[in-house]
């Protein structure tokens, strides 16, 4: 079911993906290097350098909480699919080689959500 006004799913969350994951551990590394950083420098030059530490929130796209979430929606985009009908969630599979689609659909399963 989706929103009229938006298009996205009712009750979707936020989206913190990346286009791929090597792109997505790029803003990783990018935004623990800033923090670790600057942190480094403050005995060298002072407070000066905490200056940069908020632009590791542009490359988490948040907090780090953030990037580790974005991270987990950017590795299982295009393998799994929610779909609601009548109240009832449930997760599909696809693209995946018969035995993983057999697992992955076997925890899907076990992770259906109703609502009711």
């Known amino acids: 079911m989706n929103n009229v006004e938006t298009g996205k799913p009712v009750g979707a969350a936020a989206d913190f993906a990346s286009a791929s994951v090597p792109r997505h551990l790029l803003r990783g590394a990018l935004g623990f290097g800033l923090i670790i950083g600057t942190i480094a420098l403050v005995p060298f030059a002072g407070p000066a350098p905490l200056l940069a530490a908020p632009l590791s929130l542009l490359a988490f796209r948040g ?18 699919k929610r779909t609601c009908t009548d109240g009832v969630c ?5 693209g995946l080689s018969d035995g993983a689609a057999a697992e992955d659909a076997r925890r899907a399963r076990s992770y259906s959500v109703h609502s009711g």
Do not use: K, N, Y
């Not at 449930?90 to 696809?94: A, D, I, K, N, W």
């Open 90 to 94: 449930t997760l599909e599979t696809r």
């Open 63 to 80: 907090c780090p909480t953030c990037w580790v979430i974005g991270l987990a929606q950017t590795i299982s985009r295009g393998r799994l």
